[in-house]
């Protein structure tokens, strides 16, 4: 299996190498779109901002290889947000393979941006069962809403889509890089999806 994992100007692309190394995957951080179309699986990581982010992808034209990508393509954090319609991060147009509308956490009660341990909610889907009620780790003040698509779930002040699925896109907004042992399995989960 050859995992691409798209290289442009985010962060967080060393720790998901790490991950990756850690469970002895063959894969290769790329900008070339012939290298991201033929790889069996790509990770499109991202700890960032959508306007910017989004720029660059359009200028380098990596936003329409994304939107082309036929395997099993795994979205995370920023990358979530950005497979999504439209981020309220700067009224910033997405990629639009999710219909949703990523919102920004409301002011009041809650610290933003949510930091830190949460658990893990109504988990079904592409993630394995016994993965309910365990901690992952997350760093963001934009959410995506529960949605149809929605197969994991945390809550900060309201419930929002911690992992989900469209065809072959698959997303999350934590860190699995960042989530000890639950998210080694998440990646897992991932890698055993066919191509």
Same mark, same amino acid.
């Given at each position: 299996?050859?995992?691409?994992?798209? #290289?442009?100007?985010?962060?967080?692309? #060393?720790?998901?190498?790490?991950? =990756?190394? #850690?469970?002895?995957?063959?894969?290769? !951080?790329?900008?070339?779109?012939?290298?991201?179309? /033929?790889? %069996?699986?790509? !990770?499109?990581?991202?700890?960032?901002? *959508?306007?910017?982010?989004?720029?660059?992808?359009?200028?380098?034209?990596?936003?329409?290889? !994304?939107?082309?990508?036929?395997?099993?393509? =795994?979205?995370?954090? =920023?990358?979530?947000?950005?497979?999504?319609?439209?981020?309220?991060?700067?009224?910033?147009?997405?990629?639009?393979?999710?219909? %949703?509308?990523?919102?920004?956490?409301?002011?009041?009660?809650?610290?933003?941006?949510?930091?830190? &341990?949460?658990?893990?909610?109504?988990?079904?889907? &592409?993630?394995?069962?016994? =993965?309910?009620?365990?901690?992952?780790?997350?760093?963001?003040?934009?959410?995506?809403?529960?949605?149809?698509?929605?197969?994991?779930?945390?809550?900060?002040? /309201?419930?929002? /889509?911690?992992?989900?699925?469209?065809?072959?896109?698959?997303?999350?907004?934590?860190?699995?890089?960042?989530? *000890?042992?639950?998210?080694?399995?998440?990646? #897992?989960?991932?890698?055993?999806?066919? %191509?």
């Amino acid at each position: 299996m050859k995992v691409a994992v798209i #290289r442009y100007n985010a962060g967080n692309i #060393r720790s998901v190498a790490f991950a =990756l190394e #850690r469970l002895q995957v063959d894969f290769e !951080i790329t900008d070339h779109p012939e290298t991201i179309q /033929s790889a %069996d699986k790509v !990770i499109f990581p991202g700890v960032g901002e *959508a306007s910017s982010t989004m720029n660059y992808l359009r200028n380098t034209k990596l936003d329409e290889v !994304i939107k082309s990508l036929k395997q099993p393509t =795994l979205g995370i954090c =920023l990358g979530m947000q950005l497979l999504c319609s439209h981020s309220e991060e700067n009224n910033t147009n997405c990629l639009g393979i999710f219909e %949703d509308v990523v919102k920004r956490f409301p002011a009041g009660n809650i610290k933003i941006p949510h930091m830190g &341990w949460n658990n893990l909610q109504k988990v079904s889907g &592409w993630l394995d069962s016994a =993965l309910e009620d365990q901690y992952v780790y997350f760093v963001h003040s934009y959410y995506v809403p529960v949605n149809p698509h929605t197969v994991a779930q945390a809550s900060y002040g /309201s419930p929002f /889509s911690a992992a989900m699925r469209k065809g072959n896109f698959f997303a999350v907004q934590f860190h699995p890089e960042k989530s *000890a042992s639950a998210g080694i399995k998440i990646l #897992r989960c991932f890698f055993q999806q066919p %191509d």
